[in-house]
């Protein structure tokens, strides 16, 4: 298993900027992939982006693309970094991790299903 910690949500005003982290621990030397997805009150989980641990490839969801950057370091951390940043991006963001070989890109998303390690996500507000 894998424990994932979040960090650096907030508030921001429209058009600015935050940067969130996760960190990962335990069984990270199988890891496939982190990613990030997100949570607004009454809405259903939904994918942000994701890195492939070999490689490196990055996917993004249509509606932060252009907009967001996943990117990790040597260890084990995954950043978000997020720019231009819209009310309706307003959400709960959660980290997730694959280190059973189990995700893939459909093309426009990943499932969250598939994922088998969660962090307890951090909060973004977006002020207009």
């Known amino acids: 298993q894998v424990q994932l910690v979040e960090s650096g949500g907030g508030l921001v005003q429209a058009g600015g900027s935050l940067r969130l982290s996760c960190v990962a621990s335990?069984?990270?030397?199988?890891?496939?992939?982190m990613g990030w997805f997100r949570q607004a009150p009454g809405k259903e989980r939904e994918f942000v982006a994701v890195i492939k641990w070999s490689g490196g490839s990055t996917y993004y969801a249509a509606s932060v693309q252009g907009r967001f950057t996943i990117s990790r370091d040597n260890a084990s951390t995954v950043y978000l970094q997020m720019n231009s940043l819209k009310p309706e991006d307003t959400a709960v963001y959660y980290c997730?991790?694959?280190?059973?070989?189990?995700?893939?890109?459909?093309?426009?998303?990943?499932?969250?299903?598939?994922?088998?390690?969660w962090g307890q996500g951090t909060q973004v507000f977006v002020s207009s």
């Open positions: 997730a991790a694959d280190n059973r070989g189990r995700t893939y890109y459909s093309g426009s998303y990943y499932n969250s299903k598939d994922f088998n390690s």
């Open positions: 335990g069984r990270t030397f199988s890891m496939y992939a």
